[in-house]
C-alpha cells in the first residue's frame, strides 16, 4: 500500500470534494438525524455552484488525503473573513476536517490535522479553532488530544434542526 499523500484541492476537484464531502457526513450523521434534514443539508452544503465558490475563495483551503489514487478524506480551513464565524482575522478554522469510516483509526485525521498546522503557521495565525457537534464524541475526543479547549457554543442549524456545537479552540505561540 502507497503512503497517504495529503495534496491541496483546486477548482478541478469540485466533485471529488463533493463525493467524499457527503460520504464522510452521511456516514457520521444519518444514524442520529432524519432523512428530511439529511438530504436538505447535504444537497445545500455540497451544492456544485456553493463548493466552486468556497474553492475560489483566497481565504479557504481545501486538502484531500489521498490512498492508493482514492479520495478519502478531506480538510477545509477559512482564514480571515471567510470564517464561519467572526473570530479573529490572524484565527484559523478548521471547518472540516472529514474522514470516510473505513479509514477511521488509521491516522487520517491526525495527517490532515497536521497539514492544519502547517497553515496555521504559514499564515502566523494566533489560534486555531473549530465547531464541532456536542455529540460527536470520536472528534470531541480527537480535538482534545490535540490540545484544543472549549470556549463557547454555538447553534447548528441541520436541515430543520438546532444542534449544539462545541466551540473549541487551541491558542499557537
Do not use: C
Not at 21 to 43: P, R
Request: aromatic share 12%.
Amino acid at each position: 500500500m502507497n503512503p497517504l499523500k495529503i495534496t491541496k484541492a483546486t477548482i478541478d476537484d469540485v466533485l471529488k470534494i463533493q463525493l467524499i464531502g457527503k460520504q464522510t457526513f452521511e456516514e457520521t450523521f444519518s444514524d442520529v438525524n432524519s432523512e428530511e434534514n439529511m438530504k436538505k443539508y447535504l444537497e445545500e452544503s455540497f451544492a456544485t455552484s456553493k463548493l466552486i465558490a468556497e474553492l475560489n475563495n483566497s481565504s479557504s483551503y481545501f486538502y484531500l488525503a489521498v490512498l492508493d489514487e482514492k479520495v478519502v478524506g478531506y480538510l477545509k480551513l477559512n482564514t480571515a473573513n471567510a470564517q464561519t464565524e467572526k473570530e479573529d482575522l490572524n484565527a484559523l478554522e478548521i471547518e472540516r476536517i472529514y474522514v470516510a469510516k473505513e479509514f477511521h483509526g488509521k491516522k487520517v485525521a491526525q495527517a490532515l490535522y497536521t497539514q492544519a498546522e502547517i497553515i496555521a503557521e504559514e499564515i502566523k495565525a494566533t489560534y486555531m479553532w473549530l465547531g464541532v457537534w456536542e455529540k460527536n464524541f470520536r472528534a470531541v475526543s480527537f480535538y482534545t488530544k490535540n490540545g484544543f479547549v472549549q470556549f463557547d457554543t454555538h447553534i447548528f442549524r441541520l436541515g430543520n434542526d438546532e444542534q449544539t456545537d462545541l466551540m473549541m479552540k487551541k491558542v499557537l505561540l
